[in-house]
């Protein structure tokens, strides 16, 4: 077929929430009943106008540069209702043509009373999360492209060509998981041959429509980090895209490959009937070494050049990624300007940030600015350099008088890391901390929460008075300790073992520490999306990072002095506040850790010194910035894992050390969260029904344990015979000398009635379990 013009400059996806967090209110709006259907309806579409018409408005008014990347919830959720990818036990949702409605679909997102919803975790080596496909050898897979054809033509009659987004077929069956039903031995991936006419399906529908460009995004071949090796997963490429090829009616295909580089990749897409082909050249390389064949093959396509960074926020090196776009011509039949990723990972618009030092936002460009940046690149190709040498100058300027700002690089900081020791980095002995532990007087199984109870409307209303001085500081002071004190009762009226403060003072788990120490800034709306319509707002580390005095002492040893049980200490790990900011970039990620981790230990020895005789250190992602290249990995979970020690190997060996993990797939980091050396390890396992004890009866973990026994990603409140199921498995793996029990994760975003009862379920399931071993 003859394709179309591809157009000179595109980005890969874009934020759907809204710039004022629009599709979250309206979801959450449409769960509470407080709209209907057709209100929700009309605020989706509503909002993707509005986001057609901004990214017109900021140059991508070619036919097809404006991708349809919008999803109610997940995108990989929204591929696997089109190609009828549900699961059997989620049946009772899909009408009799197979399709799920919207209700249907929130169910397989969050559950219902008496079936937990689709598993949920990190999507590649971001901090987004995808919910899991379930596939099994009798998935009826079916083409259902209503939604996609319904948006295609709301974009067509407002006048616009959009270019529909899917996940590809091969990256969504290497992210899913084998269904309960299915075989043993049975993975996803075998279900290829079976899908593939689904999405060819789809395809012809979407040309019917009038769509001119279709976008199969398949990150798998850029990770070296999935369950299929890399080999496979080219060879199932080469199969998928031979066949969609071959297709007699589709739309001309761009296959984007984001989050690195493709390595041999580049030469099986170039050998498929594709007409485009998009390289992520931010984190991965220029093509180089390819034969004769491939470059036969690539001067009959488009090469998208993904040389805008769609993961982080700085304004970048223009020039250079002009230089490497440039020194792609002549490779391909044509070429095109691209964000290495879809811009769902950063803010909207830096536009938006009134408060935000202006010397400090002359560096950044959130995804209106990176819009921006692909269409002045696009010009550049098409005209020439000269065309665009005032902006190529402008951003250049900007990096020199970053790199000189003062507090970018602190002579105090950096004289305290190169001072650093081996000793600096190591505890004693974990078996010798076990005995000096013993005076905790912990029972068997002891009972805990990860650390954040529900955030009240009433806490959020008291933060925005403080901010806009409506409230002084005595007064939030009061209302703070009041709901610490509510708290800690509640919790000694359940009976759990060990307290937390509830954490009711932070807005948020990174950012309450980013405004207290030196060295970051945050912002006003720069909410991007993390799971449904949960939103983050990365705070922003541009220079060396010190603390300038005691960030949560105050809040802990009030709550010990309300009660005679233990309480833990809270903290965020260094990783995670890497992984949950915009992180600079202008020196390696190691160094920037260990600043933050030198900042911890300074916090660790000041809550020892105020009585806190447990603390935990969060690092829930951990596992999120594992690079996708086996090659690179060492080197991060060598600094990763050396961050935390630094944190935490001041503490006294009767202190007890806690860390927290989420959706980190434990088996694949053993290794390094063994070697984080934290006296209790909790992590995420309700959703995927303790597939995690598994892995830790393989391995032989020898520390605490907390196997998560309640989703709190979810409103359903799990049974006491539930949890206890849970609880019997972990017991059957792991000693029970060495089990806690917890929930998955923080509190936070659940309400009170349904935290109360899960927790006393929780607590009832712990108790039933200690009794019968009890009695064994």
Request: hydrophobic share 45%; aromatic share 6%; net charge negative.
């Amino acid at each position: 077929m003859t394709a179309p013009a591809f157009p000179a400059g595109t980005i890969l996806g874009y934020p759907r929430i809204g710039r004022r967090r629009e599709l979250k209110r309206a979801v959450e709006a449409y769960w509470a009943g407080r709209i209907d259907r057709t209100e929700l309806e009309r605020r989706t579409a509503e909002l993707r106008s509005a986001t057609r018409a901004r990214l017109i408005e900021l140059g991508l008014g070619d036919d097809s540069a404006i991708p349809d990347s919008f999803a109610a919830y997940d995108q990989v959720l929204d591929t696997a209702l089109a190609v009828g990818a549900v699961p059997e036990r989620f049946a009772h949702v899909r009408a009799a043509d197979g399709s799920v409605d919207v209700d249907g679909e929130f169910v397989l997102a969050r559950g219902e009373a008496g079936q937990p919803p689709l598993e949920m975790t990190k999507w590649f080596d971001t901090n987004y999360h995808y919910l899991v496909p379930e596939i099994a050898p009798g998935t009826a897979f079916a083409a259902h492209s209503e939604r996609l054809v319904t948006r295609f033509a709301e974009a067509l009659a407002e006048g616009s060509i959009t270019r529909p987004v899917l996940v590809g077929p091969v990256t969504l069956l290497a992210l899913a998981k084998p269904a309960t039903e299915a075989p043993v031995g049975f993975r996803p991936l075998d279900a290829l041959e079976r899908l593939l006419p689904v999405y060819a399906e789809l395809l012809a529908h979407l040309a019917e429509a009038g769509a001119e460009w279709v976008q199969l995004d398949e990150p798998a071949l850029a990770s070296e980090s999935l369950d299929e090796s890399p080999a496979r997963l080219r060879e199932a490429a080469a199969r998928a895209y031979a066949v969609l090829g071959a297709a007699e009616r589709r739309p001309a295909l761009f296959v984007a490959t984001p989050y690195g580089g493709i390595g041999e990749g580049v030469a099986v897409l170039a050998a498929t009937p594709v007409e485009a082909i998009g390289l992520d050249l931010v984190r991965g390389e220029l093509p180089s070494g390819l034969d004769d064949a491939t470059r036969a093959a690539l001067a009959g396509k488009t090469l998208v050049a993904g040389v805008v960074d769609g993961r982080n926020i700085w304004r970048g090196d223009l020039a250079a990624a002009f230089d490497r776009a440039v020194a792609l011509e002549g490779l391909a039949g044509s070429l095109a300007i691209a964000s290495s990723t879809s811009l769902q990972h950063v803010p909207h618009d830096l536009a938006d940030e009134q408060r935000l030092d202006p010397r400090l936002a002359s560096w950044l460009a959130f995804a209106d600015q990176k819009v921006a940046q692909v269409a002045t690149l696009a010009r550049g190709l098409a005209h020439g350099r000269q065309a665009i040498e005032s902006e190529l100058a402008d951003a250049s300027a900007a990096l020199v008088d970053r790199a000189g700002a003062p507090g970018v690089r602190v002579p105090a900081v950096r004289e305290r890391l190169a001072a650093l020791s081996d000793a600096d980095f190591a505890r004693v002995d974990y078996d010798a901390r076990v005995e000096a532990q013993l005076d905790l007087g912990l029972p068997e199984l002891p009972t805990t929460t990860i650390g954040s109870f529900p955030q009240t409307g009433e806490l959020r209303r008291a933060r925005a008075a403080l901010a806009s001085g409506e409230l002084d500081d005595a007064g939030y002071r009061a209302i703070i300790e009041q709901e610490i004190e509510r708290v800690v009762r509640l919790q000694e009226e359940l009976g759990l073992d060990v307290l937390v403060h509830g954490e009711p003072e932070r807005n948020d788990m990174v950012q309450y520490f980013a405004e207290l120490l030196d060295g970051f800034a945050v912002t006003e709306h720069g909410w991007v999306q993390s799971y449904g319509s949960r939103c983050t707002r990365p705070s922003i580390l541009w220079g060396d990072v010190s603390r300038p005095a005691p960030m949560t002492v105050g809040w802990s040893a009030y709550a010990q002095s309300l009660t005679q049980r233990h309480l833990k200490g809270m903290l965020t790990g260094p990783v995670t506040i890497l992984a949950w900011s915009f992180v600079r970039d202008d020196q390696p990620l190691g160094d920037t850790a260990r600043q933050v981790g030198l900042a911890l230990r300074d916090e660790v020895a000041d809550l020892e010194a105020a009585g806190i005789r447990i603390i935990q250190v969060d690092e829930p992602a951990l596992r999120e910035l594992l690079p996708l290249r086996r090659a690179e990995q060492p080197a991060y979970l060598d600094w990763s894992v050396g961050a935390f020690r630094l944190a935490t190997a001041g503490a006294a060996p009767a202190t007890q050390v806690h860390t927290h993990l989420c959706y980190s797939e434990f088996g694949v980091v053993i290794d390094a969260i063994r070697g984080l050396d934290a006296d209790v390890t909790s992590i995420e396992a309700a959703r995927s029904r303790m597939e995690v004890v598994e892995d830790l009866g393989r391995s032989g973990f020898d520390h605490g344990v907390g196997p998560g026994v309640y989703d709190i990603h979810s409103p359903r409140v799990p049974g006491e015979d539930e949890v206890r199921e849970l609880l019997e498995r972990a017991v059957a793996e792991v000693p029970a000398s060495r089990l806690w029990v917890n929930p998955d994760c923080g509190l936070k975003t659940r309400g009170y009635d349904e935290t109360v009862a899960s927790l006393t379920h929780l607590v009832g399931a712990a108790r039933s379990v200690r009794e019968s071993l009890a009695r064994a």
